[in-house]
């Protein structure tokens, strides 16, 4: 099991990674748009400065900074993400939350503290989100053994930690360890923070798609205990 070490990991060497980021400092500056970087910026709260990309113009200006260059390694893919997660504005931290989630299926349950540094720093539910049902759920798919890590992080106390523990089996499937999602929303249901009761229903209504009468029957079992918005996103779709 790996350790729960909040320092933040060292950066590897990667040429790959140099190049890439070179590239993102040309191209994605030229195209910023002040007036719409405010706007970006006050929706997410202020949590990051915005360079005014729109999302289909980014993922073009992506395509344009990945162009012709070699699948990555592990290294290269921690490389990147620390380098772009050191640059201020949210384009960057985008960039590199799709490049992980293209390449996980590369990395092994080494990349983990390099996404537990992600999460826990400039989060926000917008690349938390992505990077625990993307990158953290399949590493926990290849690598059994970090559900333990799973176990220490949904009691942290840092919520995005939590929040990441409580989707990372969005996209399970057959595959979920139902025991594992009902016990992990039974131990933060009476947390009061918004984005932990949300998760808590949101992961129970992804599970409904496989599993209707199990999340029934949990909702039933737990309803005392469940706020309101966890039990009604939970059924949603029911």
Not at 33 to 41: E, Q, T
Not at 125 to 130: A, E, F, Q
Request: aromatic share 8%; hydrophobic share 45%.
């Amino acid at each position: 099991m790996l350790p729960n070490d909040a320092r933040p990991p060292g950066v590897p060497r990667s040429a790959l990674a140099d190049t890439l980021l070179e590239r993102l400092a040309a191209t994605y500056p030229a195209a910023a748009d002040p007036v719409r970087a405010a706007a970006m910026s006050a929706y997410m709260k202020e949590v990051a400065p915005f360079l005014g990309l729109p999302a289909p113009l980014r993922r073009e200006l992506s395509r344009t900074v990945t162009k012709n260059t070699p699948r990555p390694t592990e290294a290269d893919c921690a490389a990147l993400a620390l380098g772009c997660w050191r640059l201020p504005e949210r384009e960057y931290h985008y960039f590199a939350v799709d490049y992980l989630r293209r390449h996980a299926g590369r990395c092994s349950s080494g990349l983990l503290p390099v996404v537990r540094h992600l999460i826990t720093t400039v989060p926000w539910w917008d690349t938390v989100d992505l990077l625990a049902a993307h990158t953290v759920g399949p590493l926990v798919a290849a690598d059994p053994e970090l559900a333990g890590v799973m176990d220490e992080w949904i009691g942290s106390e840092d919520l995005w930690l939590a929040r990441t523990a409580l989707l990372h089996q969005l996209r399970f499937k057959e595959a979920t360890d139902s025991g594992r999602l009902f016990a992990y929303c039974r131990s933060r249901a009476a947390d009061p923070d918004f984005f932990l009761r949300k998760a808590i229903g949101w992961a129970l209504r992804e599970y409904a798609r496989t599993d209707p009468g199990a999340v029934r029957a949990f909702v039933a079992a737990e309803r005392a205990a469940l706020s309101p918005l966890s039990a009604r996103e939970a059924l949603k779709n029911l």
